[in-house]
T-cell receptor, first 114, second 111 residues
Framework: GAGVSQTPSNKVTEKGKYVELRCDPISGHTALYWYRQSLGQGPEFLIY????????DSGLPNDRFFAVRPEGSVSTLKIQRTERGDSAVYLC????????????FGPGTRLTVL | SQQGEEDPQALSIQEGENATMNCSYKTSINNLQWYRQNSGRGLVHLILIRSNEREKHSGRLRVTLDTSKKSSSLLITASRAADTASYFC???????????FGKGNQVVVIP
């Protein structure tokens, strides 16, 4: 089947605007992860879901960031009142289960806040 | 903070040569994984080595893990131009697959 997909691939917005980033995991994968990668750095963990619930959201930088996964499949990362420092590539990954299963990454969404 | 730290950070080699990169970490781990990333976008999983394993092979890749030194190495043999990419190590700190990545190792293979 298809791999992890993310839309949009690129998003340019203005400071203060609201954005939504979407992730479609591999079918049947119960675990879903969001990471953020700044230029020249490795990805940093934001949040992960086991099914519909956020099992660990300790990586979200502040309360402007929120993510949902209402039906246990597609997830949306929401950023309110965007700031220039939010510019990064946002990566989504899924795995069959939480545990030590391999994570499969999507191509990412490059967010640019002007 | 980043758990893994790759060394060296940038490597340029001729096609056909071997490329070796290292990663160190600070705390106990369940497993360590290596990923490849092209053009700053999606990561491709290369290999996972568990804490009770010392060496693992996959095609032209060889990974070692030394838990006493808290370090791992990735060897790419007979490199190809297509191996040009950034390589990241990632550790599972909490046993729930929440990965902590290093800063990455840029490898350029010159044809």
């Amino acid at each position: 089947g298809a791999g992890v997909s993310q839309t949009p691939s690129n998003k340019v917005t203005e400071k203060g605007k609201y954005v939504e980033l979407r992730c479609d995991p591999i079918s049947g994968h119960t675990a879903l992860y969001w990471y953020r990668q700044s230029l020249g750095q490795g990805p940093e963990f934001l949040i992960y879901f086991q099914g519909t619930g956020a099992a660990d959201d300790s990586g979200l930088p502040n309360d402007r960031f929120f993510a949902v996964r209402p039906e246990g499949s597609v997830s949306t990362l929401k950023i309110q009142r965007t700031e220039r420092g939010d510019s990064a590539v946002y990566l989504c990954a899924s795995s069959l289960r939480i545990s030590t299963d391999t994570q499969y990454f999507g191509p990412g969404t490059r967010l640019t806040v002007l | 903070s980043q758990q893994g730290e790759e060394d060296p950070q940038a490597l340029s080699i001729q096609e056909g040569e071997n490329a070796t990169m290292n990663c160190s970490y600070k705390t106990s781990i369940n497993n360590l994984q290596w990923y490849r990333q092209n053009s700053g976008r999606g990561l491709v999983h290369l290999i996972l080595i568990r804490s009770n394993e010392r060496e693992k092979h996959s095609g032209r890749l060889r990974v070692t893990l030394d838990t006493s030194k808290k370090s791992s190495s990735l060897l790419i043999t007979a490199s190809r131009a297509a191996d040009t990419a950034s390589y990241f190590c990632a550790t599972d700190l909490y046993g729930n697959n929440r990965l902590a990545f290093g800063k990455g190792n840029q490898v350029v293979v010159i044809p």
